[in-house]
């Protein structure tokens, strides 16, 4: 696939490289050995029954103090990143849009914004105005009311909303490696199309980016193409391919891929690790 300027997405060396990746959370053993990698530009999709592992993915990788890498490797852009924080790895270019966002009571939307993209910049200033300006117009294309830069991050927001400021945050934040949990999970069609434009618009402004887009549903996909789509299941990425394996998903559900690799009572092993 390539970009709208012609240029090959993918090309060069790896963006993102996951290696045996196992992952226990309370001690107990929810990943087993995930391999991915992510060329820069290209759009990831993995998919997965609820327990596969996928949301446990997402967290170990931001470095969520619960899920545990017991064994494997992390690199972002050439870096092993397993040994930094998780605000070390959003420096470094990493983001998580969470399926299930926290209110921050208190804080203001674009205060929260301002405060993470000077942190980002290890800067104590930025410009206001050229600050306030780019927010407005990423709230314009999310369509999003004006009053939410300034009410409490995801405080009384409703589904959706949420959904929209976390892909606010992404578009403000310009990440090298976006990790998006769900970001259709709870939303209508129109919401869906809505979070799709934001970030497609995002990917079209920044076209190295990559994209790890986690989803149980094809929908999403009919707006935000797939460069290769996995499947995860008891733990580890059991398939892989290109945008039509997500057709034939939609088509044939998991049991014919399941079944062809003899993988059973996938929901019951993993049922802690969505």
């Given at each position: 696939m390539t970009h709208s300027?012609?240029?090959?997405?993918?090309?060069?060396?790896?963006?993102?490289?996951?290696a045996d990746v196992h992952v226990t959370v309370e001690g107990r053993?929810?990943?087993r050995g995930v391999d991915l990698t992510v060329r820069p530009g290209e759009v990831h999709a993995l998919m997965g029954r609820n327990g596969s592992g996928k949301s446990t993915l997402a967290n170990a990788l931001m470095g969520h103090p619960k899920y545990v890498i017991s064994r494997g490797s992390v690199h972002l852009d050439g870096e092993d990143?397993?040994?930094?924080?998780p605000d070390d790895r959003a420096k470094r270019g990493l983001f998580l849009a969470f399926q299930n966002p926290i209110a921050i009571p208190g804080v203001g939307t674009g205060n929260f914004l301002r405060a993470a993209v000077k942190a980002l910049r290890g800067t104590e200033t930025i410009n206001a105005l050229e600050f306030r300006k780019e927010l407005t117009e990423r709230m314009q294309r999310l369509?999003?009311?004006?009053?939410?830069a300034t009410r409490a991050l995801n405080e009384g927001f409703?589904?959706?909303?949420?959904?929209?400021?976390?892909?606010?945050?992404?578009?403000?934040?310009?990440?090298?490696?976006?990790?998006?949990?769900?970001?259709?999970?709870?939303?209508?069609?129109?919401?869906?199309?809505?979070?799709?434009?934001?970030?497609?618009?995002?990917?079209?402004q920044q076209p190295d980016m990559g994209i790890l887009l986690i989803t149980h549903y094809q929908r999403i996909l009919n707006y935000v193409q797939p460069d290769r789509v996995h499947v995860m299941a008891k733990g580890r990425i059991v398939e892989s391919g290109g945008a039509e394996l997500v057709h034939q998903?939609?088509?044939?559900?998991?049991?014919?891929?399941?079944?062809?690799?003899?993988?059973?009572?996938?929901?019951?092993a993993t049922s802690n690790g969505r």
């Amino acid at each position: 696939m390539t970009h709208s300027n012609g240029t090959l997405r993918g090309a060069g060396q790896a963006l993102f490289e996951i290696a045996d990746v196992h992952v226990t959370v309370e001690g107990r053993e929810i990943l087993r050995g995930v391999d991915l990698t992510v060329r820069p530009g290209e759009v990831h999709a993995l998919m997965g029954r609820n327990g596969s592992g996928k949301s446990t993915l997402a967290n170990a990788l931001m470095g969520h103090p619960k899920y545990v890498i017991s064994r494997g490797s992390v690199h972002l852009d050439g870096e092993d990143i397993l040994g930094l924080r998780p605000d070390d790895r959003a420096k470094r270019g990493l983001f998580l849009a969470f399926q299930n966002p926290i209110a921050i009571p208190g804080v203001g939307t674009g205060n929260f914004l301002r405060a993470a993209v000077k942190a980002l910049r290890g800067t104590e200033t930025i410009n206001a105005l050229e600050f306030r300006k780019e927010l407005t117009e990423r709230m314009q294309r999310l369509q999003m009311d004006p009053s939410f830069a300034t009410r409490a991050l995801n405080e009384g927001f409703s589904g959706g909303e949420k959904k929209r400021a976390e892909m606010l945050q992404l578009a403000m934040l310009k990440p090298r490696l976006a990790i998006l949990d769900e970001p259709d999970s709870g939303l209508d069609i129109d919401a869906v199309r809505i979070v799709s434009d934001g970030i497609n618009t995002v990917h079209e402004q920044q076209p190295d980016m990559g994209i790890l887009l986690i989803t149980h549903y094809q929908r999403i996909l009919n707006y935000v193409q797939p460069d290769r789509v996995h499947v995860m299941a008891k733990g580890r990425i059991v398939e892989s391919g290109g945008a039509e394996l997500v057709h034939q998903l939609e088509s044939e559900g998991y049991d014919p891929i399941l079944r062809r690799l003899g993988i059973e009572d996938v929901e019951e092993a993993t049922s802690n690790g969505r």
